[in-house]
């Protein structure tokens, strides 16, 4: 509460211009062990606030993932801080998978993430933290945007897919054009059948047939990446979105 | 660049859904076409589908993995003068993949196989305007023209391979 009070007033001298003023009339911040974290702090109380979170963020060490609290100094923290609560600057260190306490593969239950997500956003979004300082609502907002990031990227098969291959540095040329005749074929059927269907009954029987399609092709995915085919791998996941782009068309269709 | 093609007016990319009714139209210019995708995208030349074992017709199937885009190009080739006298396309895919395919149906018309084949995806994207996240249409529209040549060349050198058995 004193120190937000302090923010303030501040801030208010510093954007008048008192900016040296202003910074020595602070009272010396609560002992913080780490030199590196006292010198980062002295810059959050400088006056302009984007320039000083965009330092923290890139010294990383000092905050995010098992660092130091801004706040309050307590170790070990994660996105937010455990003890006092307040939201850490996003840490570009941590993965989907690390947010939501997985283990970094494809085989997740889908239906865990939810729970975890809404943990998460009571303690993240920005909505919540009104009455904090400016900086700290910056976090929030890089927080939780990065927190629904994970959780869209990791609810489905696909884009799942395709982040695990991107964690393992998999270069996938999205640029380069498809010749497989039998795949286009296949697909060239399927989307003619989708287009020419006319009732509901029909569509969701090819919508299932294509589900089916996607099943098997995700597993083949499994394989492949656990025995670290990655062609294999990159060459299921364009199966999938194949697939899936069907699937979409069917949806719009019903 | 391509955005500021002299007296035509353009409007900044958006991606259009493929249903083809009227009000699509006025939908697809709202979010945001070059007029003459829109004019391909309803009234598409060329759609159709040719006999795929006919002697005289050449199939280019290809596919964009990015956004799972289907396109076929066919061509129909008199045998004694090498020319393309018919063309016909099938896309599935946004507006500007169908628009792409359009152009390339209409300008291997009346052309010679070596013609096309040197048809360039940068002639496609700039008659159409297309916006740079929209440029590998283009591309597939050109990959496509090469593998109906290509088809068509194949075929014709089995039909040689078996006359000489």
Same mark, same amino acid.
């Given at each position: 509460?004193?120190?937000?009070?302090?923010?303030?007033?501040?801030?208010?001298?510093?954007?008048?211009?008192?900016?040296?003023?202003?910074?020595?009339?602070?009272?010396?911040?609560?002992?913080?062990?780490?030199?590196?974290?006292?010198?980062?702090?002295?810059?959050?109380?400088?006056?302009?606030?984007?320039?000083?979170?965009?330092?923290?963020?890139?010294?990383?060490?000092?905050?995010?993932?098992?660092?130091?609290?801004?706040?309050?100094?307590?170790?070990?923290?994660?996105?937010?801080?455990?003890?006092?609560?307040?939201?850490?600057?996003?840490?570009?260190?941590?993965?989907?998978?690390?947010?939501?306490?997985?283990?970094?593969?494809?085989?997740?239950?889908?239906?865990?993430?939810?729970?975890?997500?809404?943990?998460?956003?009571?303690?993240?979004?920005?909505?919540?933290?009104?009455?904090?300082?400016?900086?700290?609502?910056?976090?929030?907002?890089?927080?939780?945007?990065?927190?629904?990031?994970?959780?869209?990227?990791?609810?489905?098969?696909?884009?799942?897919?395709?982040?695990?291959?991107?964690?393992?540095?998999?270069?996938?040329?999205?640029?380069?054009?498809?010749?497989?005749?039998?795949?286009?074929?296949?697909?060239?059927?399927?989307?003619?059948?989708?287009?020419?269907?006319?009732?509901?009954?029909?569509?969701?029987?090819?919508?299932?047939?294509?589900?089916?399609?996607?099943?098997?092709?995700?597993?083949?995915?499994?394989?492949?990446?656990?025995?670290?085919?990655?062609?294999?791998?990159?060459?299921?996941?364009?199966?999938?979105?194949?697939?899936?782009?069907?699937?979409?068309?069917?949806?719009?269709?019903? | 660049?391509?955005?500021?093609?002299?007296?035509?007016?353009?409007?900044?990319?958006?991606?259009?859904?493929?249903?083809?009714?009227?009000?699509?139209?006025?939908?697809?210019?709202?979010?945001?076409?070059?007029?003459?995708?829109?004019?391909?995208?309803?009234?598409?030349?060329?759609?159709?589908?040719?006999?795929?074992?006919?002697?005289?017709?050449?199939?280019?199937?290809?596919?964009?993995?990015?956004?799972?885009?289907?396109?076929?190009?066919?061509?129909?080739?008199?045998?004694?003068?090498?020319?393309?006298?018919?063309?016909?396309?099938?896309?599935?895919?946004?507006?500007?993949?169908?628009?792409?395919?359009?152009?390339?149906?209409?300008?291997?018309?009346?052309?010679?196989?070596? $013609?096309?084949?040197?048809?360039?995806?940068?002639?496609?994207?700039?008659?159409?305007?297309?916006?740079?996240?929209?440029?590998?249409?283009?591309?597939?529209?050109?990959?496509?023209?090469?593998?109906?040549?290509?088809?068509?060349?194949?075929?014709?050198?089995?039909?040689?391979?078996?006359?000489? $058995?």
């Amino acid at each position: 509460m004193w120190r937000r009070a302090r923010t303030g007033p501040l801030r208010l001298a510093a954007a008048a211009g008192g900016r040296r003023a202003g910074r020595r009339a602070l009272p010396p911040l609560p002992t913080i062990p780490s030199s590196s974290v006292a010198s980062s702090s002295s810059r959050i109380f400088r006056g302009s606030v984007w320039a000083p979170y965009r330092t923290l963020s890139s010294e990383g060490g000092a905050s995010g993932r098992g660092g130091e609290c801004w706040n309050c100094g307590a170790t070990g923290v994660f996105l937010s801080c455990g003890s006092c609560g307040s939201v850490q600057p996003v840490d570009p260190a941590v993965d989907y998978f690390q947010i939501f306490g997985l283990e970094r593969e494809y085989n997740i239950k889908e239906h865990s993430l939810e729970g975890k997500y809404k943990d998460w956003q009571k303690k993240l979004h920005p909505d919540l933290v009104h009455t904090k300082s400016e900086k700290e609502r910056g976090f929030a907002a890089e927080q939780s945007a990065l927190v629904i990031d994970a959780y869209r990227t990791l609810s489905k098969p696909l884009s799942r897919a395709l982040y695990l291959l991107k964690l393992e540095g998999v270069q996938v040329d999205e640029e380069k054009t498809i010749n497989d005749p039998e795949l286009l074929m296949e697909m060239m059927e399927i989307r003619e059948a989708v287009n020419d269907a006319t009732d509901s009954e029909t569509l969701e029987k090819i919508q299932s047939q294509i589900k089916r399609k996607l099943e098997t092709w995700s597993e083949t995915f499994q394989e492949a990446f656990d025995k670290r085919d990655f062609n294999s791998a990159v060459e299921a996941t364009q199966r999938m979105r194949y697939y899936e782009r069907a699937v979409e068309e069917t949806v719009k269709k019903l | 660049m391509m955005l500021r093609a002299a007296g035509k007016r353009l409007i900044a990319g958006g991606q259009a859904s493929p249903a083809v009714a009227a009000p699509a139209a006025a939908a697809a210019m709202r979010r945001g076409y070059h007029e003459r995708v829109v004019d391909h995208y309803n009234n598409p030349r060329n759609v159709g589908t040719m006999d795929k074992d006919d002697p005289d017709v050449g199939t280019g199937l290809v596919g964009a993995p990015a956004c799972g885009d289907v396109m076929k190009l066919q061509i129909r080739v008199d045998e004694a003068s090498g020319k393309i006298v018919d063309a016909r396309f099938k896309t599935f895919g946004c507006g500007s993949a169908i628009a792409s395919s359009s152009v390339a149906s209409e300008w291997v018309k009346g052309k010679q196989m070596e $013609e096309v084949v040197a048809i360039k995806n940068s002639e496609i994207a700039k008659h159409l305007s297309l916006p740079p996240v929209k440029l590998h249409c283009s591309m597939l529209a050109e990959d496509a023209i090469k593998a109906a040549v290509k088809d068509y060349e194949a075929k014709k050198k089995a039909k040689l391979a078996m006359a000489d $058995e």
